[in-house]
T-cell receptor, first 114, second 115 residues
């Protein structure tokens, strides 16, 4: 009964590099949400996806950030040309079809940009 | 307004005490209010959630009180234990396009329960 899986758990990048974060939702879940948590702050919504569709990306920065949830495989959050301000914990959550309220979170990926 | 304001920022109680964490919101379209518990290095875990059609919900030692007219809700932890020491987040969401329900989180309360 695997929960939401995220990898890597820790990621170190130098400024200007790309960061790629992966999220495998719980079995049977087709809705994925990405959140960002800055140090000492609450989580901030970034993007909501269903298989092959971005439903709501209102919390995603306009530049350098993109997300996808392909028909096969995990959801990917991609950050291009990372800057120090991108250092944060990135959490993925999933929910079953038709039950969008109950979101189950993964352990997060802690990104450090040097 | 999408904000959810949470207080206090930190809280220390003795074992057996009843810590209370408060949240306030402005957007009357919010219709789902969960509480999450987060341990260091872990993801948030859903504790308990409430909808605005009830004023109180209990699950084990955790109780949510909800005041719709004041747009406030709070978490009470009965008979608190050192193992309850964690960061607690309130959140709120509303139905939007499709079944999208992005959560708006409070800033968190770091709870310490002393043995």
């Amino acid at each position: 009964n695997a929960g939401v899986m995220q990898n890597p758990r820790h990621l170190v990048r130098r400024r200007g590099q790309e960061a790629r974060l992966r999220c495998s939702p719980m079995k049977g879940h087709s809705h994925v949400y990405w959140y960002r948590q800055l140090p000492e702050e609450g989580l901030k919504f970034m993007v909501y996806l269903q298989k092959e569709n971005i439903i709501d990306e209102s919390g995603m920065p306009k530049e350098r950030f993109s997300a996808e949830f392909p028909k096969e495989g995990p959801s990917i959050l991609r950050i291009q040309q990372v800057v120090r301000g991108d250092s944060a914990a990135y959490f993925c959550a999933s929910s079953p079809r038709g039950s969008g309220e109950t979101q189950y979170f993964g352990p997060g990926t802690r990104l450090l940009v040097l | 307004q999408q904000q959810v304001k949470q207080s206090p920022q930190s809280l220390i109680v003795q074992k057996g005490g009843i810590p209370i964490i408060n949240c306030a919101y402005e957007n009357t379209a919010f219709d789902y209010f969960p509480w999450y518990q987060q341990f260091p290095g872990k993801g948030p875990a859903l504790l308990i959630a409430i909808r605005p059609d009830v004023s109180e919900k209990k699950e084990g030692r955790f109780t949510i009180s909800f005041n719709k007219s004041a747009k406030q809700f709070s978490l009470h932890i009965m008979d608190s234990q050192p193992g309850d020491s964690a960061t607690y987040f309130c959140a709120a969401s509303r139905g939007s396009s499709g079944s999208a329900r992005q959560l708006t989180f409070g800033s968190g309360t770091q709870l310490t329960v002393l043995p």
